[in-house]
């Protein structure tokens, strides 16, 4: 692990062997660790390249305004990364989607799991879900970090709509302790978004992409998953049915071999 500066933090990043670039996004609820299995099986024919975004994991920093492009362009200089593939889950796909559009000509191929898009709509979530999603915005009010980090596991790591601690073991465990840094983080500040329109703009994407969608995530991320399967030149829309919002951690092995036949097309 090296620390890759950046203005007003010091980014935690991990850059791995020689080969073509894949680099890794993590989730809104998660840090690089979240991807350990992948790193450790594509490290032998790949350069891997995986970083902490402001207020997760290792990462250093003070709060001041910053733009996750310029620090993930900061991670690719780097690491030597002219031309990479992106692979990002949830916010770590919003920041992939984006970067497509600031700069096509360096990217390979995009690996969408999950993922956030800007500019995307509202949700409008269904009974069970708003009760969960209420309860996690009372825990907040309270500030009751560790009732936060639970119902978020339920929430991210089980599936809204399954049975609270359906995930157990090591993927729990870590889920709550990368969770739980990001909870207890004091503000990065505020994050420029160049591509608020990105919803719209699918389509000036050319890059090849695999779009996974998770039968246990919410309904409107899955819904989101095939319109921008449906929205990017050239993708294809895989399905996990059992499996909710962070696979790298519940499917480690499926999630791989994807990333595997996925590079093997490109």
Excluded at 14 to 21: F, H, K, Q, V, Y
Excluded at 156 to 173: E, H, I, K, N
Aim: hydrophobic residues 45%; charged residues 20%; aromatic residues 6%.
């Amino acid at each position: 692990m090296r620390y890759v500066p950046a203005p007003g933090a010091e980014l935690a990043t991990d850059i791995a062997s020689d080969g073509e670039a894949i680099v890794f996004l993590h989730a809104g609820v998660a840090d690089r660790r979240m991807w350990a299995a992948q790193l450790a099986a594509l490290a032998p024919t790949h350069k891997i390249i995986a970083y902490d975004r402001r207020g997760f994991g290792q990462t250093r920093y003070v709060e001041q305004a910053h733009d996750w492009l310029d620090d993930l362009q900061r991670v690719l200089n780097a690491a030597d990364a002219e031309r990479v593939v992106l692979v990002g889950c949830s916010q770590g796909g919003r920041i992939a989607l984006n970067y497509a559009l600031a700069a096509p000509s360096r990217v390979r191929g995009l690996v969408l799991i999950a993922s956030a898009v800007s500019g995307a709509p509202e949700p409008a979530f269904p009974a069970d879900v708003q009760a969960l999603s209420d309860a996690i915005q009372a825990a907040e009010n309270a500030g009751d970090v560790d009732l936060i980090n639970a119902l978020e596991a339920n929430a991210w790591l089980d599936g809204p709509q399954s049975v609270g601690g359906r995930v157990q073991g090591a993927a729990r465990a870590l889920f709550i302790e990368m969770n739980g840094i990001a909870l207890r983080a004091h503000d990065p500040g505020p994050m420029e978004d160049r591509f608020e329109d990105a919803y719209e703009r699918l389509g000036e994407i050319s890059a090849p992409a695999l779009v996974v969608t998770c039968g246990r995530d919410f309904p409107h991320i899955q819904e989101r998953d095939r319109y921008s399967a449906q929205a990017l030149q050239h993708s294809t829309l895989v399905g996990l049915p059992d499996c909710a919002h962070l696979p790298s951690l519940e499917q480690p092995e499926r999630v791989t071999a994807l990333l595997a036949d996925f590079l093997k097309t490109l």
